[in-house]
């Protein structure tokens, strides 16, 4: 016995039927996809017809396409994606789910895969400067790349500074051709992946000749302010205790940094010269600073690296 078909139709009058439907109507085709309802716009009607439980799901997302059509906004499938995953909002219009981004371009989800994670992305929303600490393949710097994209997408800052420091950039890669920047390209290369992961190549390509995303050597920090800004600073076990201090008063306003590191992978001489093992000692306590500690249970690449890292941890005692 097949389910009865329940139809609800949704009054568009005053909306922009271009933008509700978007470019051949890949705004409801998404809204179907995501839902399982089937979506039909004849005139000033929207008409959403399905099982219960697709068109349940299904009204209240549309309900808020229309809202945004009549207040002439962009809408895109990525934002109907959004809006699918995002719960009830509350009077404030909120609602996200900060364990879970859309990213543009590209439609598609980061979502967190360990509630260490999710807790990890929580404190990225909630606080203008986070520390992540924890082993590789935990996602510390995929995780923050992913909430800079969304931010700049959001238009909540305008734009990205990516920055690594470059340990062993200088008589070690003397031998290597070019100048100074691609000398230190082997060590930014990381940012540049994770970049590449989450927004189209030819919008990447744009944003770094436009200086919308910067992926620069710490050492480049120096003397600037960083305003509306999303600003990472990632392997930050490597960067000095000057270093750091001088990353983080660059902070202008409207920035958010996140910082990240090892201290398990610590290549300075000295381990108590590290800003990251400083910071992680007189930072704790401060109003809008969030640390976070990210374990191998939090190790989201292939199975034996959480294994590898155990191991190694065994073996110094840790």
Not at 1 to 23: F, K
Not at 105 to 134: F, P, W
């Amino acid at each position: 016995m097949s389910e009865e078909t329940t139809i609800q139709r949704l009054n568009t009058e005053g909306a922009d039927l271009l933008t509700l439907a978007g470019v051949n109507d890949e705004n409801l085709v998404e809204l179907a996809k995501q839902t399982g309802a089937k979506i039909a716009l004849r005139g000033e009607t929207l008409a959403i017809s399905g099982n219960t439980d697709a068109v349940t799901r299904a009204v209240p997302i549309a309900q808020r396409m229309i809202d945004t059509a009549k207040q002439q906004m962009p809408l895109t499938a990525d934002d109907v994606l959004r809006m699918s995953i995002e719960g009830p909002r509350d009077g404030n219009g909120n609602g996200a789910d900060d364990s879970r981004i859309v990213l543009p371009g590209v439609r598609k989800i980061i979502q967190a895969k360990t509630a260490g994670q999710a807790e990890y992305m929580k404190l990225m929303a909630e606080n203008d400067i986070v520390v992540g600490i924890g082993p590789a393949g935990t996602g510390k710097t995929y995780l923050a790349v992913a909430a800079a994209v969304d931010a700049l997408a959001r238009k909540r800052v305008r734009r990205i500074v990516l920055a690594r420091p470059a340990v062993e950039a200088g008589e070690s890669l003397g031998f290597l051709p070019g100048d100074m920047q691609a000398k230190v390209d082997p060590y930014l290369r990381p940012l540049y992946d994770a970049l590449e992961d989450m927004m189209p190549h030819e919008r990447v390509q744009k944003s770094l000749e436009t200086r919308t995303i910067e992926i620069a050597p710490l050492a480049y920090m120096r003397g600037r302010t960083l305003a509306d800004a999303f600003v990472i600073l990632d392997e930050a076990q490597n960067a000095t205790t000057a270093q750091m201090k001088m990353f983080l008063t660059r902070l202008g306003v409207n920035s958010k940094a996140v910082i990240t590191g090892d201290k398990t992978q610590i290549d300075l001489q000295r381990r108590e010269e590290s800003g990251l093992v400083q910071i992680e000692r007189i930072l704790p306590g401060i109003d809008g600073i969030g640390f976070y500690y990210l374990s191998d249970a939090d190790v989201v690449r292939h199975r034996l690296v959480r294994e590898i890292i155990k191991a190694y941890a065994e073996d110094s005692g840790a």
